[in-house]
């Protein structure tokens, strides 16, 4: 395996450019794949984990070859969203400023189009596109894909996933035969080998460390709580790192929302990505969080597929992803390149499953932490004002402000002064944590079907309700209280159910007493009030259950 960027046989522009950015040496990806394009013909399928350098391995050589004095478009390049779009022309930028009259043109939709026709026109040797922005420029005569040498599907699952199959069926038929076709992806789903089957000329795929395997340097943790302490981990978690810069995976784009909105509204600079905001929003919003005016971004895992940001402190998976794979890609948006990174999920104890199948899928173990408790978080924070205090620069203005505040503060004993500041400052994490309880939940031996079949059959007769007082089979609940939403269950009186099986159904779920109010029997279904931010899990686990092996139906009941 080659280790030294000079032996890849690029030229002293591009090494130059590469050198700059502080790469040191080739990643795997790179020293496979670039000798290959450079010095070989052929079409070439890579799968390779996200942040193992892919966007270098293809775009280096794809530099290497343009020809410059050709103003026609010889390369193209195609991705899934708009924020990658803009990232793979930023980066090929970076690797070529030293190559002077190149043009790359991005293009994506959800912005103007004229403006984007005007940029091809001025030339464009690489163009760097959404599948259907190019199509539409493609019908329009505004791009020209004749003549292109090479074109390269990066993300190609991702493509493909976000229904992109028509268009880029569509494109790789207009591309000439002559072309040669390079593929990448982090999974090969068979809709990604029929791509590679009907559109390139028998590929060499070519795997890059292990598929699914998580990135080496990334280390994983989780932390166990109740369903609705959820969010209040997730502060805890905050508040425990003073310099955190995170990406927040929830798993739609109402969570992101409401995450995002909870924490702004708690002091955090935090903000929602996903794919009901505008073009401009979504700039805007990863504007600030590559400046690190936020340090949160709450995201889906379609908005933030590809995207580069170098430095963050951690991903959290405020919702661990319905699929495996998908816990790949995000913890892969950490521990970048040579640096260490870590995945942290926030899991109900109904969810050790996942953690167990994802640990399976990328053969890494997950360490439990316990979450901070408000001591912890008080000094952690106290000290990381001190420090910053202590490197705070001393100007000169300050000197001609020294009589009047002496004599404010010349009488107060230096304790009382240093209390006074720190506790000015901190006076709203103690007010918040005063109160603030251990949620950290005891682990428990692992049932197989857990909540699934919840409480037992304890062939229960002392405890049974009186089979007399029948109740009708069915009827309206009382109101619940406020902040609470009534879930209702094909259980009722008939079932022998009493008010402390419902808790323990709850339990099973992760769902602990406090989150449970109100709760109403009637013969055939009961009525559960439970607070409004966890009724909707609860839906989610126990609709489809079964309990005593009757299968379970659960709706939510709006007022
Ligand atoms: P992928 O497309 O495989 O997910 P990227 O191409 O986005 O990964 O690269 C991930 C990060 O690693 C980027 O920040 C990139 O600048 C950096 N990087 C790429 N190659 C190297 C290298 N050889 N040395 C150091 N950093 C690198
Ligand atoms: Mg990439």
């Known amino acids: 395996m080659i280790t030294d960027f000079l032996e890849l046989g690029l030229s002293n522009e591009i090494l130059n450019a590469v050198a700059e950015l502080g790469f040191e040496k080739p990643t795997p990806v790179q020293s496979r794949i670039i000798p290959q394009l450079l010095m070989e013909d052929g079409d070439i399928v890579c799968l390779a984990q996200t942040g193992t350098g892919k966007t270098a391995a293809f775009g280096l050589p794809a530099l290497e070859y343009l020809d410059i004095r050709d103003k026609g478009t010889q390369v193209l390049v195609l991705c899934p969203t708009r924020e990658l779009c803009r990232q793979i022309h930023e980066d090929l930028t970076a690797y070529s400023k030293y190559i002077s009259g190149i043009r790359i043109v991005p293009v994506y939709g959800g912005a103007g189009i004229l403006g984007q026709i005007r940029e091809l026109k001025k030339g464009a040797q690489i163009i760097v596109a959404t599948p259907g922005r190019l199509l539409d420029l493609l019908k329009r005569d505004a791009a020209d894909i004749s003549g292109i040498s090479t074109l390269i599907m990066d993300e190609a699952d991702e493509m493909l996933d976000m229904g992109f199959k028509d268009e880029l069926d569509a494109i790789l038929s207009q591309a000439p035969q002559s072309r040669r076709t390079l593929l990448f992806s982090a999974t090969l789903p068979r809709e990604v080998e029929r791509i590679a089957k009907s559109y390139m000329k028998n590929p060499d795929i070519v795997t890059v460390g292990e598929r699914n395997a998580g990135a080496d340097n990334v280390e994983h943790f989780y932390y166990m709580v109740l369903e609705e302490d959820r969010y209040a981990a997730m502060k805890r978690i905050a508040d425990y790192h003073p310099d955190i810069y995170a990406i927040v995976f929830c798993r739609t784009r109402e969570e992101t929302k409401k995450i995002a909105d909870a924490l702004q509204r708690d002091g955090y600079d935090a903000d929602a990505l996903h794919g009901d905001l505008s073009q401009a929003q979504r700039d805007y919003v990863m504007d600030r969080f590559k400046r690190k005016a936020l340090h949160f971004l709450v995201a889906t895992d379609v908005a933030a597929r590809g995207i580069d940001v170098s430095d963050l402190t951690h991903v959290i998976n405020y919702n661990l992803p319905q699929e495996t794979e998908l816990y790949t890609h995000r913890s892969g948006r950490t521990g970048r390149a040579d640096k260490k990174g870590v995945s942290i999920a926030i899991i109900n104890q109904r969810e ?26 008080c000094e952690k924070q106290l000290f990381h004002l001190i420090n910053e205090i202590n490197g705070a620069e001393v100007g000169r203005e300050i000197d001609s402000f020294m009589p009047a505040i002496e004599e404010l503060w010349g009488s107060m004993s230096r304790e009382e002064l240093v209390k006074k500041m720190l506790s000015y400052e901190f006076n709203r994490f103690f007010e918040y944590y005063r109160k603030a309880k251990d949620i950290n939940i005891p682990e428990k031996p692992e049932r197989k079907t857990a909540g699934k079949k919840a409480a037992s059959d304890d062939g229960r007769t002392a405890d049974s309700p009186d089979d007399k007082v029948r109740k009708p089979a069915d009827g309206n609940p009382g109101k619940c209280e406020k902040g609470y939403t009534w879930l209702k269950i094909s259980l009722g009186y008939r079932n022998r ?42 839906k989610s686990q126990i609709d489809g259950a079964s309990y005593n092996r009757k299968r379970l139906s659960a709706w939510l009941i709006k007022d």
């Open 497 to 538: 159910i009493i008010p402390r099986d419902i808790i323990g159904i709850m339990r099973a779920c992760g769902i602990g007493k406090n989150a449970v109010g109100k709760i109403e029997i009637f013969n055939d279904f009961l009525y559960v009030a439970l607070q409004n931010n966890v009724a909707g899990y609860a």
């Open 352 to 377: 050790k499953g996942k953690i167990r199948k994802i640990e399976a899928a990328i053969k890494k173990q997950f360490t439990r932490l316990p979450v901070p408790g408000a001591r912890e978080i």
